[in-house]
């Protein structure tokens, strides 16, 4: 298993009319995230600007928990959901720290 910490920055923006029902869907993944093993942070931001664009800033102990974490059921059944309330689809970018 690698021990590196693995950041993540995932953004969702709503489509149209749907801003507050994607809130509370993503906010919905963010309690049963944080218990999940090897989670060391999982923040969810909205955009200051009242657009419907939403990130979450991620950190796990490995490639290997963050991996766990797309399989689990809660984020299998979001994923399912999304499409009808995204203009998009998500952007989700995995990066290591360099200092």
């Known amino acids: 298993m690698s021990k590196e910490i693995v950041h993540v ?3 969702f923006v709503a489509a149209p ?3 507050s029902e994607l809130e509370s869907a993503l906010a919905a993944l963010v ?3 944080r218990k999940e093993a090897g989670c060391l942070r999982y ?3 909205r955009a200051l ?4 664009d939403f990130v979450f ?3 796990w102990e490995s490639v290997e ?3 766990e974490h797309g399989r689990s059921a809660h984020i ?3 994923g399912a959901k999304a499409p009808a309330l995204l203009s998009a689809p998500p952007k989700v970018t995995r990066y290591r720290q360099i200092r």
């Open 9 to 11: 920055v995932a953004t």
């Open 17 to 19: 009319g749907k801003e």
């Open 31 to 33: 309690e049963p995230t």
């Open 43 to 45: 923040d969810l931001f």
């Open 49 to 52: 600007d009242g657009s419907g």
């Open 57 to 59: 800033v991620e950190e």
């Open 65 to 67: 928990t963050l991996d």
């Open 76 to 78: 299998q059944e979001a």
